[in-house]
């Protein structure tokens, strides 16, 4: 499968997470062309902050296959992680982040001036980043939902 192929994947998920009232966001965690784990964002359903999809991605990989396994693995998301996110995959071991969309491109006000390129930098994290992956799919379903809190054009 190619780097859209999975991304394809976390759209699906993401338009899940959407349906049921969450943020639509998805995260598919791969290792050797084999899908580990895949977690949709559930804070809303939830009510924790916490449950990002890259979060749960991490875990249901975790649990399933050991956390050894997530080391070196790849994330595919379909939005740039947060800054609690990034922390994360430092943590665990990712060694590789495929996004669909950034929050810049969206013109997030909520996060300043973060990126992952700058966490990485601030963080040490030696993190191999392909960016842009159905982006306007991404995108398309972000401004579907419509709850970003976004500076005007």
Same mark, same amino acid.
């Given at each position: 499968?190619?780097?859209? %192929?999975?991304?394809?994947?976390?759209?699906?998920?993401? @338009?899940?997470?959407?349906?049921? /009232?969450d943020?639509?966001?998805?995260?598919?965690?791969?290792?050797? !062309?084999a899908?580990?784990?895949? /977690? &949709?964002?559930? &804070?809303?359903? @939830?009510s %924790?902050?916490?449950?990002?999809?890259?979060?749960?991605? +991490?875990?249901?990989?975790?649990? &399933?296959? !050991?956390? %050894?396994?997530?080391?070196?693995?790849?994330?595919?998301?379909?939005?740039?992680?947060?800054? +609690?996110?990034?922390?994360?995959?430092?943590?665990? !071991?990712?060694?590789?982040?495929?996004?669909?969309?950034?929050?810049?491109?969206l013109?997030?006000?909520?996060?300043?001036?973060?990126?992952? @390129?700058?966490?990485?930098?601030?963080?040490?994290? %030696?993190?191999?980043?392909?960016?842009?992956?159905? @982006?306007?799919?991404?995108?398309?379903?972000?401004?579907?939902?419509?709850?970003? &809190?976004?500076?005007?054009?």
């Open positions: 499968m190619t780097d859209a %192929d999975f991304m394809a994947l976390a759209l699906r998920h993401a @338009e899940e997470a959407f349906a049921r /009232g943020w639509p966001v998805a995260a598919v965690l791969v290792r050797d !062309g899908v580990l784990g895949i /977690g &949709q964002n559930r &804070q809303n359903t @939830e %924790d902050v916490t449950r990002h999809a890259e979060f749960e991605a +991490m875990r249901a990989a975790a649990l &399933q296959h !050991g956390a %050894d396994r997530v080391i070196g693995s790849t994330v595919y998301s379909t939005m740039e992680p947060c800054p +609690m996110c990034a922390g994360a995959m430092k943590l665990a !071991g990712i060694g590789r982040l495929v996004l669909g969309l950034r929050h810049a491109t013109r997030r006000t909520d996060l300043g001036e973060y990126s992952i @390129e700058t966490f990485c930098r601030l963080a040490g994290y %030696d993190l191999a980043l392909t960016t842009g992956v159905l @982006e306007a799919e991404c995108l398309a379903l972000r401004r579907r939902w419509g709850k970003d &809190q976004v500076r005007a054009h």
